[in-house]
């Protein structure tokens, strides 16, 4: 499986917009990018994915380098629950079932 | 919907003993996995079924682990016999093949004294 890089850890200011950074360099053509993220205490849950265009929900919005070699995850407004770990995952297109993640990033987000 | 449905929440036994953690899956899903999650490993995947079939076991540890799910609704992970190292969350999630998403349960704390 193409391998992700994100860094370990992030903060942020309460009501301010994250950025979350994730390297995907070596990703194939039939390559979705997910995003879940994990609160504490809790398991891991769905946040968002995409192939090639940027992508918006009500949670999060997906922002894809046009080489797809990197993504950006965007909170446009964190608030204290947003904390969690976050994780960036690649899932290939057929949808075979191997969810494999990695380490992710840590956010804290500062009142 | 009440989600992926685990049980016990905690469980805590002595080395040795037998342990089985159960998992109910959402309603009408047909992919369910069992992963574990340590500081150390992280996530891990341990297995996964398709229609109730094991397709890939490859992540159980040792053949003290085995996995099964004798219908749709329902999944039990057990060690047989359990060991400290075992000590972990195991998080049961389902799927709709095709479909994007996972859901995960809430895990089992497991903790082997």
């Known amino acids: 499986d193409a391998k992700t890089t994100q860094p370990n850890s992030m903060e942020s200011n309460e009501e301010e917009p994250v950025h979350l950074p994730c390297n995907h360099s070596?990703?194939?053509?039939?390559?979705?990018i997910h995003w879940y993220r994990q609160l504490p205490s809790q398991g891991p849950e769905y946040v968002i994915h995409?192939?090639?265009s940027n992508v918006n929900n009500r949670m999060a919005s997906l922002a894809i380098a046009e080489d797809r070699k990197s993504s950006t995850l965007i909170l446009h407004r964190a608030t204290l629950r947003d904390a969690a770990v976050y994780y960036c995952?690649?899932?290939?297109?057929?949808?075979?079932?191997?969810?494999?993640f990695g380490t992710g990033t840590r956010l804290t987000v500062i009142p | 919907d009440a989600g992926v449905i685990q049980s016990p929440r905690h469980e805590v036994t002595e080395m040795g003993q037998e342990v089985t953690l159960r998992c109910k899956p959402i309603s009408g899903h047909n992919s369910l996995f069992w992963y574990r999650q340590t500081m150390m490993r992280g996530l891990e995947l341990l297995i996964y079924f398709n229609n109730n079939v094991p397709i890939d076991d490859s992540g159980m540890p040792e053949d003290r682990f085995s996995a099964k799910m004798p219908n749709a609704s329902f999944s039990t992970l057990k060690i047989q016999p359990s060991e400290p190292r075992d000590s972990a969350v195991y998080f049961c999630a389902s799927s709709l093949r095709g479909l994007v998403g996972y859901t995960f349960g809430s895990g089992t704390r497991l903790t082997v004294v």
């Open positions: 995409g192939l090639t």
């Open positions: 995952i690649l899932r290939d297109q057929t949808g075979a079932n191997n969810l494999f």
């Open positions: 070596t990703i194939s053509g039939t390559d979705y």
